[in-house]
Nanobody, 116 residues
């Protein structure tokens, strides 16, 4: 059974940091590109960041560039998102996504709330 399980969300003050994790199982993690996608209240899905299967190439949405860092540990089948200098507009449910050759898997999401 394919599973992507996000964790690490929570309530944080503006300017704070959080580290999200996504534990993968049931598929060949090392063969898949991984992404983080978020959905703010009342809005559509927004792509946040992506990393290739080997971890050598990353990309970011302009809205998070310089503040967020995506990484992966292929030995642990885990994807990460380090989020620094958080802003209220970063409030959303964050989902991890695995993609390869037209196949996609999604996690259930983890809530991040940035508020004073």
């Amino acid at each position: 059974e394919v599973q992507l399980v996000e964790s690490g969300g929570g309530l944080v003050q503006p300017g704070g940091s959080l580290r999200l994790s996504c534990a993968a199982s049931g598929f060949t993690f090392t063969a898949y590109a991984m992404s983080w996608v978020r959905q703010a209240p009342g809005k559509g899905l927004e792509w946040v960041s992506a990393i290739n299967s080997g971890g050598s190439t990353t990309s970011y949405a302009d809205s998070v560039k310089g503040r967020f860092t995506i990484s992966r540990d292929n030995a642990k089948n885990t994807l990460y998102l380090q989020m620094n200098s958080l802003k209220p507009e970063d409030t959303a449910v964050y989902y991890c996504n695995a993609a390869r050759l037209g196949f996609q898997y999604w996690g259930q999401g983890t809530q991040v709330t940035v508020s004073s």
